[in-house]
């Protein structure tokens, strides 16, 4: 019974991993737009610009 589920896993994990690595990559960037966005956002308004 173990020696499916630990082939499973061994099978599935590396996948799990390159996944979780993707979404963490992707959040970071749509945050770090937004972070950027934000940021020349209030220099604009600083500077009186529209």
């Known amino acids: 019974m173990t020696v499916p589920i630990n082939a499973f896993l061994a099978e599935a ?11 963490v ?7 770090a737009e937004a972070i950027v966005v934000r940021f020349l956002r209030h220099r604009q308004i600083g500077r009186g610009e529209p």
Do not use: D, G
């Not at 994990?13 to 979404?23: D, E, G, K, Q, S």
């Open 13 to 23: 994990l590396p996948n799990l991993a390159i996944f979780l690595t993707v979404v």
């Open 25 to 31: 990559a992707a959040v970071l960037s749509i945050e």
